[in-house]
């Protein structure tokens, strides 16, 4: 059974950090973009980062270059989410996704919240 | 970053109604496109990929179409389950964009 678990959420003041977790199991992690995905209470989704299966190429949304960064473990099939300097809107369910074919597979989300 | 427009925000549509959304991205992204189907409280689940390809399990009602910048998501003979948000997506390369959703609602 595939299974992508997010873990790392919680309250942070502005300005705080976070570090995301996405445990994965039942594909191969190895051979997977990976991505995050966002969604803010009662808003949209929002395509937050990217990842190539190596590692090598990675992107990011306008609204969070230069304050997130994303990682990979391979050997750990885990994806990470460093997030620096949050502020009040990056309060949001952070979804782990591979947002490909055949293998779409999401998580079910971790919340995180900025608030002082 | 490409944009994605997606039209309408929202519709009010009966079982049994055939139902049409649209994406329209900023510059050309070939086929690179997806349509996602949102329910509440859930993670979206792929529809259509490469514009409009069906994903495995996904019901025959579901169709995707375009090229380019135009993009259409039809479900021929919407059903009850059908109710819910749908979102095109844009893998054109990094940054990936989402459109804003449509919020398909009974009538």
């Known amino acids: 059974e595939v299974q992508l678990v997010e873990s790392g959420g919680g309250v942070v003041r502005p300005g705080g950090s976070l570090r995301l977790s996405c445990a994965a199991s039942g594909f191969s992690f190895e051979d997977y973009s990976m991505n995050w995905v966002r969604q803010a209470p009662g808003k949209g989704l929002e395509w937050v980062s990217g990842?190539?299966?190596?590692?090598?190429?990675?992107g990011y949304a306008d609204s969070v270059k230069g304050r997130f960064t994303i990682s990979r473990d391979n050997a750990k099939k885990s994806l990470y989410l460093q997030m620096n300097s949050l502020r009040a809107e990056d309060t949001a369910l952070y979804f782990c996704?591979?947002?490909?074919?055949?293998?779409?597979?999401w998580g079910q989300g971790t919340l995180v919240t900025v608030s002082s | 970053a490409i944009h994605m427009t997606q039209s309408p925000s929202s519709l009010s549509a009966s079982v049994g109604d055939r139902v049409t959304i649209t994406c329209r991205a900023s510059?050309?992204?070939?086929?690179?496109l997806g349509w996602y189907q949102q329910k509440s409280g859930k993670a979206p689940k792929l529809l259509i990929y490469?514009?409009?390809k069906l994903q495995n399990g996904v019901p025959s009602r579901f169709s995707g179409s375009g090229f380019g910048t135009d993009f259409t998501l039809t479900i021929a003979s919407l059903q009850p389950e059908d109710f819910a948000t749908y979102y095109c997506?844009?893998?054109?390369?990094?940054?990936?964009?989402f459109g804003q959703g449509t919020k398909v609602e009974v009538k």
């Open positions: 510059q050309g992204i070939r086929n690179d």
């Open positions: 996704a591979s947002l490909a074919v055949p293998g779409d597979y």
């Open positions: 490469t514009a409009s």
């Open positions: 997506l844009q893998d054109y390369g990094y940054p990936r964009t």
């Open positions: 990842i190539y299966w190596n590692g090598v190429s990675t």
